[in-house]
């Protein structure tokens, strides 16, 4: 059975970092991509940034040079390091497995988590 476990978000004032990990079992991790996706309000859920098996990596616009996605396959972990946090980065965010290309339809072989909160206020 496949779970999958965000932490690390929290609460922190503009320009500050947190790091956000993802940690999966119940599937051999070194053969999917991971992508880290985001929810605000009653928006729809978007990808961020993404991880392919072989450690290509594609951001959206949004949170291109700020955040930084990475992945260590002996810990079956991928990690999202966030820094320069804006107010409009508040957000439940989610990880996910899957193909690298569908990721980016929000396409995932995994079971959604339930996330972890990060809000960014002064």
């Known amino acids: 059975q496949v779970q999958l476990v965000e932490s690390g978000g929290g609460s922190v004032q503009p320009g500050g970092s947190l790091r956000l990990s993802c940690a999966i079992s119940g599937i051999f991790f070194r053969v999917y991509a991971m992508g880290w996706y985001r929810q605000a309000g009653g928006n729809q859920r978007e990808l961020i940034a993404r991880?392919?098996?072989?450690?290509?990596?594609d951001y959206a616009d949004s949170v291109k040079d700020r955040f930084t996605i990475s992945r260590d396959n002996a810990k079956n972990t991928a990690y999202l390091q966030m820094e320069g946090l804006k107010p409009e980065d508040t957000a439940v965010y989610y990880c996910?497995?899957?193909?690298?290309?569908?990721?980016?339809?929000?396409?995932?072989?995994?079971?959604w988590g339930q996330g972890t909160q990060v809000i960014v206020s002064s």
């Open positions: 996910g497995a899957g193909n690298y290309a569908s990721l980016a339809r929000g396409v995932v072989a995994s079971p």
């Open positions: 991880i392919s098996n072989d450690g290509t990596t």
